[in-house]
């Protein structure tokens, strides 16, 4: 592992515990997004590279919209319910730091052959178009059906509570 | 053809929200139940020009669906318990807002279940278990209260843990078969059984979709969620949704693509067992008939990984067999509390009493479904229940067979307890004026119980034309 290698990894975990600890619906969101890129990043290292498009397309672009969009159906907090949110959230999740210390420690004591597996990922069978329509479209389908669920989904939970009230 | 089967609902979904579809939106839930219906249709008469899946759509767009005879079991259950949940949806679901909105998302349900069934491919498999579970979440919170928010909390957790258990597997299978269609991982898996990864690969798998099926130890969210959400997506979920998610990929992936793993077998023996014990037994405590009816599903599930844990094509076919008659007789148990919700607005059987005389259809069949439950016969669950535990016995686990047959005792006791508190004894005053559940209510039940007792008498006939052939998936 480089030292790049291991700097993006860091990235990683403290963009992936901010997303979690922050109390703000809108900075977990964009913190998430920081994440995906990350994962990206470290997917093109690997070799990985339509692996790596698509989640800079869809976990870093096209997810962190749709929630953000879901978020502005929300109110916004109060000042008050902001510090109290910050204070469960403090009280929910203060081992996580100990925990990624912790298992940062020993996932270094063992040998993982990630240079191994990168040589071992099959190499794609064409460009992101082929893989794309021609491979697995199958999972494209069951994409756009799951994106028409989350949409759905959004207008059930939410948008009907804006249309009650 | 078989693209149809997905490709014609999601048609009809993107058709009613295009903007000049509104009058056609406000007849969505009387035009829905036409999908299942005629799914069921297609499988009973089977006509082969549409099964064969060379031909028509499928010659322009080709997504690799096929069906075999476990995939037909399936697609028989997922019509029938999707058409009842869209005739409680029209009785139970107020609104027309609302009644276009859950259709909506019951027929993505659908689109995922059928997508799970018919295809050959891991990772499209799991794609599909997600539409399923996306689906399922909206369902289950639908009604935005505080439980069945929580319900839905929980199942999202749970799930989510088990989608990193299934990519993790997804990624390890990749590796070692340099694909993930269902014939190349199984030979690469035959070639490389003692590959560490490949160990790692199948118990992750393996795990995901027992957290799906909801078995003990990952039964956590099953009683929440299935108490806290509508009546109709008790249905659905009970009925079909996460047999379809979880026990069906279980079973496919065990039979078909890991084939021949002996200490898998006994994994499964094991939690098959466990689960039908805990079920069971929390089943005997609970005052809420939901809770109740969601712990007998947990135990009942058991039997299922029982028969499948066995390895044998026998266990194979009692899996399956106990898997549609679970759809069956536990969709109808969920109608009858739905109906019992409807005129008294609690499941809480500790205020009912006498109700058989004041609903005597919901009554009739409730006893049905509960004495199929308890496997008494001729019913269809008595059937399924004997060829699992003969299974068993043949394959020499013979202590599990007595267990499975002990437990049955319990699942009897329960259940009969149940029928007591909720329609034998006197009424209570309160409950004075309670009368028969509306005539959709009545028409699912009696339906329902129809199947039941039909799949029951017509047994020696279904077991050697429909049932025998599904254990050939070994």
Not at chain 1, 108 to 120: D, F, G, K, N, Q
Not at chain 2, 176 to 186: E, L, M, N, P
Request: hydrophobic share 60%.
């Amino acid at each position: 592992m480089t030292a790049i290698d291991m700097v993006l990894l860091g990235a990683l975990v403290l963009s992936a515990m901010a997303t979690v600890m922050t109390a703000r619906l809108l900075r977990a969101v964009i913190a998430l997004a920081v994440t995906s890129v990350f994962v990206a990043l470290l997917m093109f290292r690997l070799n990985a590279n339509i692996a790596a498009v698509f989640e800079l397309s869809v976990c870093a672009g096209l997810i962190p919209a749709i929630f953000i969009t879901s978020i502005g159906l929300t109110q916004r907090l109060t000042p008050e319910a902001l510090a109290v949110r910050r204070k469960e959230r403090l009280r929910t999740v203060w081992y996580l730091p100990l925990i990624v210390i912790v298992a940062g420690i020993a996932l270094s004591r063992v040998h993982i052959p990630l240079e191994t597996a990168a040589a071992l990922a099959p190499a794609p069978a064409g460009d992101v178009r082929s893989v794309l329509w021609a491979l697995r479209h199958t999972d494209l389908l069951g994409q756009i059906v799951v994106l028409l669920g989350g949409v759905f989904g959004v207008a059930v939970l939410i948008m009907e509570v804006r249309h009650e009230q | 053809m078989l693209s149809l089967l997905v490709l014609v609902p999601l048609a009809g979904l993107m058709l009613l929200s295009l903007p000049f579809a509104a009058p056609l939106r406000n007849r969505a839930t009387i035009l829905a139940p036409v999908l299942p219906l005629l799914q069921i249709i297609l499988v009973v008469l089977h006509p082969a020009g549409f099964w064969s899946g060379s031909g028509g759509l499928d010659r322009f767009c080709d997504f690799g669906l096929k069906a075999d005879d476990l995939s037909l079991v399936m697609l028989l259950s997922i019509g029938i318990v999707v058409f009842v949940t869209l005739l409680v949806v029209g009785q139970l679901v107020e609104g027309k807002r609302q009644r276009f909105s859950f259709t909506n998302v019951l027929v993505v349900a659908m689109i995922g279940m059928n997508g799970t069934v018919l295809l050959s491919d891991v990772f499209s498999l799991y794609v599909f278990i997600e539409v399923t579970t996306v689906s399922s979440f909206v369902l289950i919170a639908f009604n935005r209260e505080k439980s069945a928010l929580e319900g839905a909390f929980k199942y999202i957790m749970l799930s989510a843990v088990a989608t990193v258990l299934m990519v993790t597997s997804v990624a390890l299978l990749l590796l070692v078969a340099h694909g993930t269609s269902f014939s190349v991982v199984r030979e690469a898996l035959h070639a490389s059984s003692s590959n560490v990864l490949v160990k790692i690969a199948m118990g992750a798998f393996v795990c995901g979709l027992l957290i799906k099926g909801g078995l003990v130890p990952f039964h956590g969210w099953v009683p929440d969620a299935y108490a806290a959400a509508p009546a109709p997506v008790s249905v659905l979920l009970a009925g079909i949704s996460t047999k379809a998610t979880g026990i069906y990929a279980l079973i496919r992936l065990v039979a078909h693509v890991f084939a021949g793993s002996q200490s898998l077998n006994h994994i499964l023996l094991f939690v098959g067992v466990v689960s039908i014990v805990v079920g069971a037994l929390a089943a005997l405590g609970q005052r809420d008939m939901k809770r109740m009816l969601a712990y007998s599903s947990i135990s009942q599930v058991g039997y299922i990984v029982l028969g499948l844990g066995c390895g044998t094509p026998l266990g194979i076919v009692g899996a399956v067999f106990h898997l549609f008659n679970h759809a069956v007789f536990k969709s109808l148990l969920f109608v009858n509390s739905a109906a019992l919700e409807q005129r008294l607005g609690t499941t809480d059987m500790n205020q009912m009493g006498g109700l058989g005389s004041r609903m005597p259809f919901t009554g009739t069949t409730s006893v049905l479904a509960s004495l199929s439950t308890a496997g008494i016969p001729p019913l269809s669950g008595f059937w399924s229940k004997l060829i699992i535990v003969v299974a068993l016995w043949q394959a020499g686990y013979r202590a599990y067979a007595v267990v499975a047959i002990l437990l049955s005792v319990v699942t009897l006791a329960y259940l009969l307890l149940m029928q007591r508190r909720v329609f034998f004894g006197k009424v209570p005053q309160a409950l004075a004026q309670a009368s028969e559940a509306s005539f959709g209510l009545v028409v699912a039940s009696v339906a329902l119980a129809g199947v039941t007792v039909g799949v029951g008498v017509l047994f020696p006939w279904l077991f050697n034309t429909f049932l025998l052939p599904i254990g050939g998936i070994l």
